[in-house]
């Protein structure tokens, strides 16, 4: 089963395929989505990776949580489940 991975602390610079290099050395990539705002279309330091095998994601976690990559230290955890956006506004 596949599962998702959070990675946060990244460099601005940091590219969807340097991310997927990074990942791949521990098993298969099925995505790589970093997350840009919408206005600038600039990257936001964070990002995502879904990875085929549970095991190889655990050992992708374990290893790249508080690695070096790019002048910055990454931050690797599972990630959750998004909750679902409630509407703010009150009539």
Not at 21 to 41: A, K, P, W
Request: glycine letters at 8%.
């Amino acid at each position: 089963m596949a599962k998702k991975i959070y990675v946060g602390n990244m460099s601005y610079s940091t590219s969807e395929e340097e991310l997927q290099n990074l990942f791949e050395q521990f098993g298969t990539v099925l995505s790589v989505n970093i997350i840009v705002d919408r206005e600038t279309n600039r990257p936001k330091g964070f990002g995502f990776v879904e990875m085929e095998e549970d095991g190889a994601a655990e050992a992708a976690i374990s290893e790249l949580n508080g690695k070096e990559v790019g002048g910055r230290n990454l931050r690797v955890n599972e990630a959750l489940e998004r909750r679902p956006r409630q509407n703010s506004y009150r009539y």
